[in-house]
Nanobody, 133 residues
Framework: QVQLAEFGGGSVQAGGSLRLSCVAS????????MGWFRQVPGKEREGVGV????????YVADSVKGRFTISQDILKNTVYLQMNSLKPEDTAEYYC??????????????????????????WGQGTQVTVSS
């Protein structure tokens, strides 16, 4: 089991930036895929991006590619979502999620990002991001 806590949400004007942080505890960080998701009320949860705690390149969804980046500090058990050039359509509740990686491959994390989060067992409480025009 992994416990997750997100920080860094808030309100910003279009074109602005925010950085979300997610601190993990309770399990070996490096064994987990660390994902970011977002959800707007009434819509399906969307996978924003993922990174393998054991190392490797992050992956971000096409909808945010070029504006959002994912990074991590393994020593701090923390994954970050840097959001630049924010748009009103980025307004959502953002969630951090973790799922044990059984094959020690970053590619596995990319595959489980699909499916609106059903492949992730551990979730943070969420943090609201509001982008005004």
């Amino acid at each position: 089991q992994v416990q997750l806590a997100e920080f860094g949400g808030g309100s910003v004007q279009a074109g602005g930036s925010l950085r979300l942080s997610c601190v993990a505890s309770g399990d070996t960080y490096s064994r987990n895929c660390m994902g970011w998701f977002r959800q707007v009320p009434g819509k399906e949860r969307e996978g924003v991006g993922v990174i393998y705690g054991g190392g490797g390149l992050p992956y971000v969804a096409d909808s945010v590619k070029g504006r959002f980046t994912i990074s991590q500090d393994i020593l701090k058990n923390t994954v970050y979502l840097q959001m630049n050039s924010l748009k009103p359509e980025d307004t959502a509740e953002y969630y951090c999620a973790a799922e044990l990686n059984p094959v020690d491959s970053g590619g596995y994390c990319y595959t489980i990002l699909e499916g609106s989060g059903v492949n992730f067992a551990n979730w943070g409480q969420g943090t609201q991001v509001t982008v005004s025009s």
